[in-house]
Nanobody, 118 residues
Framework: QVQFVESGGGLVQPGGSLRLSCRVSGSVSNSLFMGWYRQAPGKQRELVASITTLITGGHSTNYADAVKGRFTISRENAKNTMWLQMNNLKPDDTAVYYC????????WGQGTQVTVSS
């Protein structure tokens, strides 16, 4: 089974940046989409970014409209690690951020808290 450990969250001012990391234990197919999700207080969990490794060795990514142009998802398969670079953060980005597979979800990790506030 696959396990996820998220880290890198914290308190940041609006306009600031954070880089989240996701350590993956266990095996997942490189072609399977991996994603970053977030859940804000009182709201349902949403997918904000996803990534898959192509047969060429490159990657294909997708982003929710709310984060396009501000967030960048990346992965390094050999290190079993995925990142989410978050720039120009807004208060609405405040949430607990989780990583997981997309579609056929594995068990959730504890997530990492991101708080954007003055």
């Amino acid at each position: 089974q696959v396990q996820f450990v998220e880290s890198g969250g914290g308190l940041v001012q609006p306009g600031g940046s954070l880089r989240l990391s996701c350590r993956v234990s266990g095996s997942v197919s490189n072609s399977l989409f991996m994603g970053w999700y977030r859940q804000a207080p009182g709201k349902q969990r949403e997918l904000v970014a996803s990534i898959t490794t192509l047969i060429t060795g490159g990657h294909s990514t997708n982003y929710a409209d709310a984060v396009k142009g501000r967030f960048t998802i990346s992965r390094e398969n050999a290190k079993n690690t995925m990142w989410l670079q978050m720039n120009n953060l807004k208060p609405d980005d405040t949430a607990v951020y989780y990583c997981n597979t997309v579609g056929s979800l594995s068990a959730w990790g504890q997530g990492t808290q991101v708080t954007v506030s003055s």
